[in-house]
């Protein structure tokens, strides 16, 4: 079987190098156990659905890359310059938590706005229909848009004047409202 980047063969240099070196060996295995808690990171928000598979493709690419310069540096690399190579890895790990949280948020805003289309054909169909100008308003406070809820929190009330919970939303979203 062929090597055609003599990745095996610098593999064994560097692990056969770090068993002469004590601290070598320790550093070379600090590196190796950031790699595996990023990448299992990585594959845990592929298979939670918080990345795509080819985002979670990337991002391992990214980090074998990451460690493989990072272990070809590693005798270079000593006191606060070798922490700064543990960033290399530790930088991929960020990119998946802000890839996750986009992803994440994204999502819930695509909820909330499918949500308010649902609301709104219901109103259409029937304009007295209290608990669907209540959650409208519920979704509009959600996006942080009070003026809109605040609207919706009016006509609910109107429709239902005995709803206490409706009328602690509107004055809710009427502080909220004012302070904007």
Same mark, same amino acid.
């Given at each position: 079987?062929?090597? #055609?980047?003599?990745?095996?063969?610098?593999?064994?240099?560097?692990?056969?190098?770090?068993?002469?070196?004590?601290?070598?060996?320790?550093?070379?295995?600090?590196?190796?156990?950031?790699?595996?808690?990023?990448?299992?990171?990585?594959?845990?928000?592929?298979?939670?659905?918080?990345?795509?598979?080819?985002?979670?493709?990337?991002?391992?690419?990214?980090?074998?890359?990451?460690?493989?310069?990072?272990?070809?540096?590693?005798?270079?690399?000593?006191?606060?310059?070798?922490?700064?190579?543990?960033?290399? #890895?530790?930088?991929?790990?960020?990119?998946?938590?802000?890839?996750?949280?986009?992803?994440?948020?994204?999502?819930?805003?695509?909820?909330?706005?499918?949500?308010?289309?649902?609301?709104?054909?219901?109103?259409?169909?029937?304009?007295?229909?209290?608990?669907?100008?209540?959650?409208?308003?519920?979704?509009?406070?959600?996006?942080?848009?009070?003026?809109?809820?605040?609207?919706?929190?009016?006509?609910?009330?109107?429709?239902?004047?005995?709803?206490?919970?409706?009328?602690?939303?509107?004055?809710?979203?009427?502080?909220?409202?004012?302070?904007?």
């Amino acid at each position: 079987m062929s090597d #055609p980047f003599g990745a095996y063969e610098s593999l064994y240099r560097l692990v056969e190098h770090a068993s002469a070196n004590r601290a070598q060996l320790w550093k070379l295995l600090l590196l190796a156990m950031v790699g595996v808690s990023v990448a299992w990171r990585v594959i845990f928000a592929w298979v939670h659905e918080g990345i795509s598979g080819m985002e979670a493709l990337t991002l391992i690419a990214a980090l074998f890359l990451a460690e493989g310069a990072a272990a070809r540096w590693l005798p270079d690399f000593e006191g606060a310059r070798f922490l700064l190579l543990l960033a290399l #890895p530790l930088a991929t790990w960020l990119a998946v938590h802000i890839v996750v949280g986009l992803s994440h948020r994204e999502s819930y805003r695509a909820d909330i706005h499918a949500g308010i289309k649902r609301f709104r054909a219901a109103i259409r169909r029937d304009p007295n229909n209290a608990a669907a100008h209540e959650l409208l308003g519920d979704s509009y406070l959600k996006l942080q848009r009070p003026r809109r809820a605040l609207a919706e929190y009016r006509a609910a009330v109107a429709l239902d004047p005995h709803s206490y919970q409706t009328q602690y939303k509107l004055e809710r979203a009427a502080r909220l409202s004012r302070a904007r």
